[in-house]
């Protein structure tokens, strides 16, 4: 195989907060693995929350860039488990495993859905995300993108307040992330009446190690509650099951479509709900969230859609939710 590395900055269309940091820009780094004249792309953002650069995961990859070279390449599993030998971080072997997926895909000619032995005859639709603003930037996103279902960003002072001032403005599901900003006490509070506003369910309302607190909200809340920061990697699936309802699993933290296929597996074992959730990235990362939507009960795969221009074509997603999938094997990625 041979490997290139490409960085980008990708411009948000709009100012993105959620409750510990806003940016207007997110750096990416895309990977490219080729193979008799075929070629996959994988991705992988930095992530100052992970302490993630670009430099830092593209020191990585160079330091076993030979390696990697020289590997006989015959499966995406078998290519995790030698990249995982290692010792990368999960976030640079996310960008390789993505691109070993998409490259195996256009090798064997089918889509990674198909090879999976799955259809895109039924899956769920993706949220759009509003980020923290004023309510009246919070509205203006909401008129500017009309949309079925939206993820709502909250963990300030006024967080119920301002559900119910968007409420004014549409009819769609709400589904609300506080990104660890709430209390136990505050999440089983505002729950009845998040509830009563329409709000499908809650994702990560607690600290990711406040399985106490957890414990109290899994018991009173009247709204399921989805595992986001508390669900990193694979051993996390089984340790969240009494704690939460469901998990959303972020390809770029878990280390790939490798794992995460692993992860949603164990999840229904368990019983949980099944979401796979997405960062601020391009089509590229969006593409392959796409191909396990058959698998999801729900998905966050909005991220290019935030984006003032992409870098890639692949999955497409229309007005109404519906995805369109790429004639193109893989993830059906291409770059622009």
Same mark, same amino acid.
């Given at each position: 195989m041979q490997i290139a590395l490409k960085k980008y900055t990708l411009q948000l269309a709009h100012t993105f907060t959620i409750s510990r940091e806003?940016?207007?820009?997110?750096?990416?780094?895309?990977?490219?693995?080729?193979?008799n004249g075929k070629t996959g792309y994988?991705?992988?953002?930095?992530?100052?929350?992970?302490?993630?650069?670009?430099?830092?995961?593209?020191?990585?990859?160079?330091?076993?860039?030979?390696?990697?070279?020289?590997?006989?390449?015959?499966?995406?599993?078998?290519?995790?488990?030698? /990249?995982?030998? +290692? @010792? &990368?971080?999960?976030?640079? /072997?996310?960008? +390789? @495993? &993505?691109?070993?997926?998409?490259l195996y895909g256009k090798l064997k000619g089918k889509p990674l859905y198909e090879l999976w032995g799955t259809t895109t005859e039924k899956y769920p639709m993706t949220n759009y995300t509003i980020g923290i603003d004023t309510i009246e930037k919070m509205v203006a996103k909401l008129q500017e993108k009309p949309w079925p279902l939206y993820k709502i960003k909250l963990g300030t002072p006024d967080d119920v307040a301002i559900v119910r001032e968007l409420r004014k403005h549409t009819d769609s599901i709400f589904r609300i992330d506080a990104n660890t900003a709430w209390t136990a006490e505050e999440t089983i509070k505002n729950a009845p009446l998040l509830k009563e506003l329409g709000v499908e369910f809650l994702e990560q309302p607690l600290k990711a190690d406040d399985w106490e607190g957890m414990s109290l909200v899994k018991a009173q809340s009247v709204l399921p509650v989805i595992a986001d920061e508390s669900c990193i990697v694979e051993s996390d699936v089984e340790q969240c099951g009494p704690y939460f309802h469901g998990i959303n699993i972020k390809l770029t933290k878990c280390g790939g479509l490798t794992p995460a296929r692993r992860m949603i597996k164990k999840g229904r074992e368990l019983g949980l709900q099944l979401m796979v959730g997405c960062m601020t990235e391009s089509t590229v990362g969006i593409s392959a969230i796409a191909q396990l939507l058959p698998q999801l009960d729900y998905v966050d795969m909005d991220g290019a859609m935030l984006l003032k221009g992409d870098i890639a074509k692949g999955v497409e997603i229309l007005e109404n939710g519906k995805v369109i999938f790429p004639k193109l094997p893989g993830s059906g990625i291409e770059l622009l």
């Open positions: 806003s940016r207007d820009e997110q750096d990416t780094m895309i990977v490219c693995l080729s193979l994988g991705e992988a953002t930095s992530n100052p929350y992970y302490k993630i650069t670009l430099e830092g995961m593209m020191a990585e990859i160079e330091a076993v860039r030979d390696q990697i070279e020289n590997y006989d390449f015959d499966s995406p599993e078998n290519f995790y488990e030698f /990249l995982a030998s +290692l @010792d &990368l971080h999960k976030f640079t /072997l996310c960008a +390789l @495993d &993505l691109a070993a997926n998409d």
